[in-house]
């Protein structure tokens, strides 16, 4: 079952203040010296985090999405996204092979 979209956005923002708690910097500070390192790859940016702030893994890249997306409030997209015409030809070339009829006795 999904969260509500509104319940998501203040468990992010939670885990943001966090990240802030235990860093003893500012979610804009920290991005101050993301931009200033000039890390583009989002593993060492995420490493970067890590290492010069103290935080885990889930902390880093919870900082990272705010800094790839600053309107990111959390939660997921209720839209429904149609799949790639490929992918759509591929699994329609998938079904299942129709039963071959059984020999009567």
Do not use: C
């Not at 500070?29 to 890390?39: D, F, P, R, T």
């Not at 600053?70 to 490929?86: E, I, L, M, N, W």
């Amino acid at each position: 079952m999904a969260m509500d979209p509104e319940k998501a956005a203040k468990a992010f923002q939670a885990y943001l203040d966090n990240a802030e708690k235990s860093s003893g910097k500012t979610i804009a500070e920290m991005h101050k010296a993301l931009k200033a390192s000039g890390i583009a790859n989002h593993t060492e940016q995420r490493a970067f985090l890590m290492e010069t702030f103290g935080l885990g893994h889930g902390h880093a890249q919870a900082v990272l999405t705010k800094f790839k997306s600053p309107d990111f409030r959390g939660g997921g997209s209720t839209a429904k996204v149609a799949p790639p015409k490929k992918a759509a030809a591929k699994a329609a070339s998938r079904k299942a092979p129709a039963k071959k009829p059984v020999a009567k006795k």
